[in-house]
């Protein structure tokens, strides 16, 4: 098949005029799905009625607007450049330097699946979200596309020069990309361990908010108050309301799990870890397919962590995060679970070499914070918690001040992983309390070093430490002071000192 010629304007796949229709009619019931609840209500009414013909009419309107959308969108190269120009009351142009570009991303929703396109995520340093996207293309069209990016990128990382050619012909390759090389893919054991290890009590949290404020729309559409009949059930049937309730808790708990599990399942099933030439590449998802990249050059942090119950799996979450604005960093980082140890070690030796032969000096924190914890999360809550059992004469409430001797070996817990690790060309930043987590940073990528100390702090002579990169930060507290001071200033040095360029 021959490559597309990206240097005329061209438009989408025609198929894209279903994505954009149904963008904005996703759009639409967000913003109105408390009146076509009340529609679904009362469909016999005439305002029911009336809300419908309303709905039927913006429909229409928003289809048309999709087709007009679609003719006035196109996309070419130019001058190193890919430009898109859109616009259908106002004209938009967006002009993306190849230079400027991270990552060239790919996702497929169900949609995308049943009409065979893909959507093209553009992402570049430091943008919010992506900086542009191209809803539906051909598959074989997109894998061009991309490919013509990353060339461009390979011969501009080999040349090392700023000449960038004038005609916007395509460059010559300056070497091809070595075949792909997979780390990890996730069977069907490996998912399901990574769904038993989940946090479950965040999804519990999730549901229990749901239901919260679906009491609330409730209550305010339909006058349906769940507090006050919950209320009058358990005050009239007070040994049916105790049964109902030791019989929720665990209910509670297993539907928690079996979200947690299919949540995992449709986020992660497939999942293929590669590495191609400089870049790393995650495949996944069951629903929404997507294919995110990182090249290795611009890989900001490190991180992986391991819970008391993926230590009895033996497997880590790890995540690879590139420059990205705070709110993103998630967002545009890899996200590999269920990665086994000589997994992670072959990760660290491609995207940190020389990490694991290295020998990092540790500094560990202050005992002051193990105090300062047990003060916070066990003597205020059980002293607050013990006045409420009096009180109220309440019997279980007094189990509650078991969070003191908790807090305290927590926080000894805390304080015996948590340390800094310093090499010439890294910082790991150690900690955990039940598990363990390890994020690294090259020195050379760091941006900012600052130190911090409450009242408190400079009472016991620490500080804490904070280290900036684009992909995010460490955050070290209760550093010995002139610990903290020595560390701002080695990585300050070190970085002053070393003249490798990462963007």
Not at 443 to 464: A, E, H, M, N, Y
Request: net charge positive; charged share 20%.
């Amino acid at each position: 098949m021959a490559t597309p010629d990206f240097y005329q304007p061209r438009r989408q796949s025609p198929k894209a005029v279903v994505l954009i229709l149904l963008k904005y009619v996703q759009i639409l019931v967000r913003q109105l799905w408390p009146v076509l609840l009340i529609v679904l209500i009362n469909q016999k009414s005439d305002k029911g009625m009336m809300i419908s013909g309303i709905a039927v009419a913006v429909l229409f309107i928003s289809l048309i607007y999709s087709l007009i959308a679609y003719t006035r969108y196109y996309f070419f190269i130019e001058n190193n450049e890919l430009c898109v120009r859109s616009g259908v009351f106002r004209k938009k142009i967006i002009n993306v330097p190849f230079d400027r570009i991270q990552s060239v991303d790919f996702r497929r929703n169900l949609v995308h699946q049943v009409l065979n396109v893909v959507s093209v995520n553009i992402d570049t340093a430091g943008s919010k979200g992506s900086e542009l996207e191209l809803d539906a293309i051909e598959i074989t069209e997109a894998e061009a596309l991309r490919d013509v990016i990353l060339a461009y990128k390979r011969t501009r990382a080999a040349q090392r020069d700023d000449a960038v050619p004038a005609d916007g012909a395509p460059p010559a390759i300056a070497e091809p990309a070595p075949p792909p090389e997979m780390i990890l893919t996730l069977s069907a054991t490996d998912l399901i361990k990574v769904g038993v290890s989940e946090n479950h009590l965040r999804t519990a949290a999730i549901i229990f908010a749901f239901f919260i404020g679906l009491a609330d729309d409730l209550d305010q559409l339909i006058g349906l108050d769940l507090y006050d009949e919950l209320e009058q059930t358990t005050t009239s049937m007070k040994l049916v309301g105790i049964l109902a309730a030791l019989f929720a808790i665990p209910f509670f708990i297993g539907v928690s799990f079996f979200i947690s599990l299919l949540r995992t399942v449709i986020r992660y099933y497939g999942l293929t870890f590669w590495r191609e030439g400089n870049r790393f590449k995650v495949v996944s998802g069951l629903i929404v397919r997507t294919e995110k990249t990182i090249q290795q050059q611009k890989i900001q942090r490190v991180r992986w962590v391991t819970s008391p119950v993926k230590q009895i799996f033996g497997i880590f979450q790890m995540n690879i995060y590139q420059a990205a604005s705070a709110d993103q960093s998630d967002d545009k980082s890899l996200e590999i679970p269920g990665c086994y140890q000589a997994q992670v070690d072959q990760t660290l030796d491609v995207a940190v070499p020389g990490f694991r032969e290295a020998v990092l000096t540790a500094h560990r924190i202050h005992p002051a914070y193990v105090r300062w914890m047990v003060f916070l999360f066990g003597f205020l809550p059980a002293v607050i918690l013990g006045l409420l059992a009096w009180l109220n004469d309440g019997f279980l409430q007094w189990g509650l001040v078991l969070v003191f001797p908790l807090a305290v070996w927590m926080g000894i817990l805390y304080q015996r992983k948590r340390r800094l690790r310093i090499h010439p060309d890294y910082l790991l930043s150690e900690g955990g309390i039940f598990g363990h987590s390890y994020k690294l940073v090259e020195i050379f990528k760091i941006q900012g070093v600052s130190l911090s100390s409450s009242p408190r702090q400079r009472r016991v002579g620490v500080c804490t430490l904070h280290v900036y990169t684009a992909g995010g930060g460490l955050t070290i507290p209760y550093l010995a002071e002139a610990t903290a001071r020595q560390a701002r200033d080695y990585i300050l040095y070190r970085v002053e000192k070393d003249r490798r360029a990462w963007m």
